[in-house]
């Protein structure tokens, strides 16, 4: 089976950012490997040895997220041109990713209804992630 699943990059917070998004998001983070940790540990510059090599947060239904720190020695431009988009069951469970994501961060489309989910709204994250939150998905 085929699946599509983001693979975030940060620029050496990748661990603070999995952490949050695994309480926001009612996660599991199953591997948060830095380069030290990892089996390529005696190949790694001691200075990018504490950088997150691979994350991966298992979402409640099964979805995942997978993230890790740019290589330092590469300039890290942000998150541009996706967002990354959750659907939840009802709006209430929405409206709390929603808030929980908000934190700290920039809402750019408060929740208000929507023609594809009864509520939906988007935000980008304190660690520059855009994200789109739909509640109760309405079929088009």
């Not at 700290?104 to 994200?131: C, E, H, I, N, Y």
Request: charged share 15%; net charge negative; with cysteine.
């Amino acid at each position: 089976m085929t699946q599509a699943i983001a693979y975030l990059a940060f620029n050496g917070n990748c661990a603070e950012a999995m952490r949050f998004y695994e309480q926001a998001l009612g996660g599991k983070l199953e591997v948060l490997m830095s380069g030290a940790e990892s089996p390529i540990a005696a190949q790694m510059p001691k200075e990018f040895a504490h950088r997150i090599l691979h994350a991966r947060l298992v979402l409640p239904g099964g979805g995942m997220l997978y993230a890790g720190d740019a290589p330092a020695h590469v300039p890290y431009e942000g998150i541009k041109g996706v967002s990354i988009a959750v659907d939840y069951d009802t709006v209430a469970a929405a409206e709390k990713v929603f808030a929980a994501l908000a934190a700290g961060g920039q809402v750019t489309m408060p929740m208000q209804s929507a023609f594809w989910a009864k509520r939906w709204g988007m935000l980008v994250d304190k660690f520059g992630t855009p994200w789109i939150v739909n509640g109760e998905p309405i079929p088009v």
